[in-house]
C-alpha cells in the first residue's frame, strides 16, 4: 500500500468568534464556504475521499470527489449542523488508499432563518 499525504483545510464563511475554551475548533454559521486540501505529493494518485464523523476518527459518513483539491461547501455534501470532525484520503486507480490526512474539528451552526417581507 502506497503512502498518499494530504493536508485539510476548511475555510469559513461566516466565523461566528473566536472558539471558546470549550469549542473544539472553528463554528461556521450556515455552511463553511469552501473545503481544500493540498494535493499528494505521491504519483499516480487518481482521485480523493473526505471522511467526517461525530468523534476523532470515527469516520461515519465518505464521499468521493475524485480529482479535486476544493469542494464547496459542508451542507453541499451533506453535512448537517453539529460537532464533526473532517479528514481526507488519497487513492490511485488500482487498490491503493492512504491513511486519513490531519484531522480538523469544527462546529456547524444552523444559520438563522431569513426574514421575508412582502409588499410595497
Known amino acids: 500500500m502506497k503512502k ?9 464563511l461566516l466565523l461566528l468568534a473566536p472558539a ?5 475548533g ?4 450556515g455552511d463553511c464556504n ?13 482521485g480523493y475521499v473526505l471522511h467526517w464523523g461525530p468523534t476523532p ?16 461547501g459542508c451542507t453541499s455534501l451533506g453535512v448537517v449542523p453539529g460537532q464533526w470532525y473532517m479528514a481526507v484520503s488519497a487513492y490511485d486507480a488500482g487498490t491503493g488508499v492512504s ?12 444559520a438563522p432563518p431569513s ?3 412582502f409588499g410595497p
Do not use: H, M
Open 4 to 12: 498518499y499525504g494530504c493536508k485539510l483545510l476548511l475555510v469559513a
Open 20 to 24: 471558546s475554551a470549550l469549542a473544539v
Open 26 to 29: 472553528p463554528e461556521f454559521v
Open 34 to 46: 469552501q473545503i481544500s486540501w493540498d494535493a499528494s505529493i505521491s504519483p499516480g494518485v487518481t
Open 57 to 72: 476518527g470515527n469516520y461515519i459518513n465518505t464521499v468521493d470527489v475524485l480529482n479535486v483539491l476544493t469542494v464547496p
Open 99 to 110: 491513511g486519513v490526512s490531519n484531522e480538523i474539528p469544527f462546529v456547524l451552526k444552523l
Open 115 to 117: 426574514t421575508l417581507r
